[in-house]
């Protein structure tokens, strides 16, 4: 099962990375639990919920110089006990206008499978540079 969850965790993520680089809001929605918390990394702002990430993402989209976030795994710890998973990793901006990449740090993400799909339920981000 822990191979298995990993593995569907990184496609997860490669999903969303995915779907952050395309401005696809339906691809990012399936991966939010309802209730998913972001912690951001710079001003530690807090959003809530599958919808208010959702009108957060469809913002930052709409930017006409926009950051184009990557999320890379380095661990993904699977629960022997419970249906959740912590991932660990870093993270960039890069502007699509430059190319640059404007911030960067580290993360952490829990995951819960939910009617056997992995989901998001908080993300926390550390900007480090």
Same mark, same amino acid.
């Given at each position: 099962?822990? +191979?298995?969850? #990993?593995?569907?965790?990184?496609?997860?993520?490669? %999903?969303? $990375?995915?779907?952050?680089?395309?401005? $696809? @809001?339906?691809?990012?929605? *399936?991966?939010?639990?309802? $209730? +998913? /918390?972001? /912690?951001?990394? %710079? #001003? !530690?702002? @807090?959003?809530?919920?599958?919808?208010?990430? @959702?009108?957060?993402?469809?913002?930052?989209?709409? +930017?006409?110089?926009?950051?184009?976030?990557?999320?890379? *795994?380095?661990?993904?710890? /699977?629960? *022997? /006990?419970? *249906?959740?998973?912590?991932?660990?990793?870093?993270?960039?901006?890069? !502007?699509?206008? !430059?190319?640059?990449?404007? +911030?960067?740090? %580290?993360?952490?993400?829990?995951?819960?499978?939910?009617?056997?799909?992995?989901?998001?339920?908080?993300?926390?981000?550390? %900007?480090?540079?």
């Amino acid at each position: 099962m822990t +191979a298995t969850a #990993d593995l569907a965790i990184r496609i997860a993520r490669a %999903t969303f $990375n995915r779907a952050l680089a395309d401005a $696809n @809001l339906a691809a990012i929605g *399936p991966l939010l639990a309802p $209730n +998913a /918390v972001l /912690v951001a990394g %710079t #001003d !530690s702002a @807090l959003i809530t919920g599958r919808k208010a990430q @959702l009108l957060a993402w469809k913002r930052e989209f709409a +930017a006409k110089d926009r950051l184009i976030y990557t999320r890379t *795994p380095d661990t993904i710890i /699977v629960s *022997p /006990v419970e *249906p959740i998973a912590m991932e660990q990793g870093h993270w960039q901006g890069v !502007s699509t206008g !430059s190319g640059v990449t404007l +911030a960067s740090g %580290t993360y952490s993400a829990k995951w819960r499978e939910m009617g056997g799909a992995w989901m998001i339920e908080a993300e926390i981000f550390l %900007t480090l540079a």
